[in-house]
């Protein structure tokens, strides 16, 4: 299992962290360390499996085709009036990543980023109506000849950290990695009105596998 970049650190610091843990108590119980080793190897295998970084190869690259950039389950799909970027109505397809989801997000089509913004904002939980707005995030806009894509990494009650790793004027492929976020999350995808969307309320998605929608 590939481990992503982002989860060095952390797997590091837990596995360090467990080890002086079990060396330390060990000289003052035997049930203590039991007992500790044992939480210490859950919480290690859930920091490598949140972490983790599988591969993903795009189906069938097309300029019509926008796949699902990050993993997760779709929360929203409505017409939107998109301030930032776009300012106009727009369809907003928000999907939730719970703790449990691959966190890496990679780009819905091809193209060349035109816009890069970080916003620094409030931890409201990833769900919440106003998290698109309100919360931590960072927004890219992807573009090509059949339109622009804008994608919005959210940061949620837990995440304080949003990795972005794209610059205007950048040229990207479908499926490339845009981004990650550390732990609970959203992204949202806003596309032109005329788009015909591929997905619905509640559907588990994958990045770089599910079809969330086909431009005109």
């Avoid at 939480?39 to 069938?60: C, D, E, G, M, T």
């Avoid at 966190?103 to 109506?129: F, M, Q």
């Amino acid at each position: 299992m590939k481990i992503h970049r982002e989860g060095r650190r952390p797997i590091i610091a837990v596995l360090a962290g467990s080890a002086l843990g079990i060396a330390g108590l060990s000289q003052v119980s035997a049930l203590a360390t039991a007992v500790f080793g044992l939480l210490a190897a859950v919480l290690s295998v859930l920091v490598v499996q949140f972490f983790r970084n599988p591969k993903r190869l795009i189906a069938r690259e097309s300029l019509h085709l926008v796949y699902a950039p990050a993993d997760g389950k779709v929360v929203v799909i409505e017409a939107v009036e998109e301030p930032e970027y776009i300012q106009k109505r727009c369809w907003m397809i928000s999907i939730f990543m719970s703790p449990l989801n691959v966190h890496a997000n990679r780009c819905p089509i091809s193209g060349e980023v035109r816009y890069v913004k970080y916003h620094p904002g409030k931890y409201l939980v990833a769900w919440h109506p106003k998290s698109s707005v309100e919360n931590e995030r960072f927004t890219t806009v992807i573009g090509h000849a059949r339109g622009e894509v804008l994608v919005r990494q959210i940061a949620g009650a837990v995440a304080r950290r949003i990795c972005n790793y794209l610059h205007v004027g950048q040229q990207v492929t479908q499926g490339q990695e845009l981004g990650f976020i550390k732990f609970g999350s959203r992204v949202d995808v806003f596309l032109p009105l005329d788009s015909e969307i591929a997905v619905g309320l509640g559907d588990i998605v994958k990045g770089n596998k599910t079809v969330l929608a086909t431009l005109p």
